[in-house]
C-alpha cells in the first residue's frame, strides 16, 4: 500500500505517468465515471480549506466514489482530544482512502504509519502540500510542455508558503531548471530550501526582492499570498501583506509566453485587472487539479480502466 506525504515519494517517470493520466481524464471524462464505483474517500481537515477538499471531494465523485469526512477539527473527535493515529485507524474501517489536511507539520505522516488505508497529505502545517505540488507540475506541463528548461519566478510568501516548498523540491528533479525567489527579506525560504535542496543538488537560483526585476526573465511566476495564519504577531503580516501586487502595468514587463500561476485563494497579490490577461493560469491550474487527483486516487486504489 502506498501513501501521498511528499511529491518525492513518486519517481519522475511515475508521475510522468500519472499527469497522462489526469490529460486523458480530462479529454475522456465518460471512460472515467464510474471506474471507483463501490469505493469511499474520507476527507479529514484539520484546518480550513474549500479549494483542495472540494478538489477531492469532486474528484472522487467524479469517479463515482462516495466522499464522507469533516471539515475543521472543532467538528471531529479531535475536539475531545482523539490523536490523528486513533482517527485513522477508525476512518478505516468505513473508507478506501483518506486525505487529511493538519495545521501541525508531520501529521498525515504519523497517521499514514499505522493506517490500513492510503494516506494523501492535503497539507501539513508550514511543511508540504504534495497534491498541490502535482498539480502545478501538471499546469506548467501543460502550458509549456515537457518539464525542465525553464525559469521559475516564485514570489510572496516563501518562508511559510508549503506550496512553494514542495513545488521547488518537486522541481529540481527536472532536467535544466533555474530559479528566481521574490520576496521581502523577513520571508525569504527557510535555510533548509535553500542548502538541502538547491544547494545540494546545484540548482542555479537568485532571490531578489523586487518583482519588477525578475520579470522580463521569467517562463513561468508563481504567485502566492502571505500566510496570515502563520505569522506570529499581527503588526508584522499587515506590514508584509500587501508587499507585492501583480498589475496590469507590471504585466507588461513580463514575455508574451510567461503564464502567472497561484494555489490560491489570493488576496491582493495579484490586481483581478490581470484575470483577463491570456497569460493568468490560476484558474486553469484548479481545473488541473481535480484532474491530477482523480488520477492519484485511481494510482493509490489500484484501479484499472478496462
Ligand atoms: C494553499 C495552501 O493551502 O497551502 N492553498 C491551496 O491548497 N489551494 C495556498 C494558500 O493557502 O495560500
Same mark, same amino acid.
Given at each position: 500500500?502506498?501513501?501521498?506525504? #511528499? ?8 508521475? $510522468? &505517468?500519472?499527469? $497522462? ?15 471507483? $464505483? ?26 463515482? %466514489? &462516495?466522499?464522507? /469526512?469533516?471539515? #475543521? ?7 475531545? *482530544? ?23 507539520? +508531520? ?16 497539507? =501539513? +502545517? /508550514?511543511?508540504?502540500?504534495?497534491? &498541490?505540488?502535482?498539480? $502545478? ?10 518539464? %525542465?528548461?525553464?525559469?521559475? *519566478?516564485?514570489? %510572496?510568501?516563501?518562508?511559510? /508558503? ?29 535555510? !533548509?530550501? @535553500?542548502?538541502?535542496?538547491? =544547494?545540494?543538488?546545484?540548482?542555479? !537560483?537568485?532571490?531578489?526582492? @523586487? ?30 501583506? =500587501?508587499?507585492?501586487?501583480? =498589475? ?36 486553469? &491550474? ?21
Amino acid at each position: 500500500m502506498r501513501h501521498l506525504m #511528499s511529491p518525492l515519494d513518486f519517481s519522475v517517470e511515475e508521475l $510522468d &505517468q500519472m499527469m $497522462d493520466l489526469a490529460m486523458d481524464i480530462e479529454k475522456n471524462r465518460d471512460k472515467y465515471a464510474h471506474v471507483c $464505483d463501490g469505493k469511499r474517500l474520507a476527507t479529514l481537515f484539520y484546518e480550513p480549506s474549500t479549494r483542495t477538499r472540494l478538489s477531492f471531494e469532486s474528484a472522487m465523485l467524479s469517479l463515482g %466514489g &462516495q466522499v464522507i /469526512g469533516f471539515h #475543521s477539527a472543532d467538528s471531529s473527535s479531535a475536539a475531545k *482530544g482523539e490523536s490523528v493515529s486513533d482517527t485513522i485507524r477508525v476512518i478505516g474501517c468505513f473508507a478506501d482512502i483518506a486525505a487529511m489536511r493538519h495545521p501541525k507539520e +508531520g501529521a498525515p505522516l504519523v497517521a499514514s504509519t499505522v493506517s490500513t488505508i492510503p494516506v494523501i497529505n492535503a497539507g =501539513d +502545517g /508550514g511543511h508540504q502540500h504534495p497534491t &498541490q505540488t502535482l498539480t $502545478d507540475l501538471t499546469t506548467i506541463r501543460a502550458l509549456k510542455g515537457p518539464l %525542465g528548461n525553464m525559469t521559475i *519566478g516564485l514570489c %510572496g510568501d516563501l518562508k511559510f /508558503g508549503r506550496t512553494v516548498h514542495s513545488l521547488i523540491s518537486a522541481l529540481v528533479r527536472y532536467p535544466n531548471i533555474r530559479f528566481v525567489l521574490i520576496s521581502p527579506p523577513e520571508l525569504r525560504v527557510p535555510s !533548509y530550501i @535553500r542548502e538541502d535542496i538547491l =544547494d545540494a543538488n546545484n540548482i542555479p !537560483y537568485e532571490e531578489v526582492i @523586487r518583482l519588477e526585476d525578475a520579470l522580463p526573465k521569467l517562463d513561468i511566476l508563481y504567485m502566492t499570498r502571505v500566510q496570515k495564519e502563520r505569522f506570529f504577531n499581527e503588526e508584522d503580516y499587515v506590514r508584509m501583506k =500587501d508587499f507585492y501586487v501583480l =498589475d496590469r502595468k507590471k504585466m507588461a514587463l513580463a514575455p508574451e509566453d510567461m503564464y502567472v500561476m497561484h494555489p490560491l485563494p489570493r488576496v491582493n497579490e495579484i490586481s483581478v485587472e490581470v484575470d483577463a490577461d491570456p497569460r493568468a493560469a490560476y484558474f486553469r &491550474q484548479v481545473q488541473y487539479g481535480m484532474y491530477i487527483r482523480m488520477a492519484l486516487i485511481m494510482t493509490l486504489l489500484e484501479v484499472k480502466v478496462c
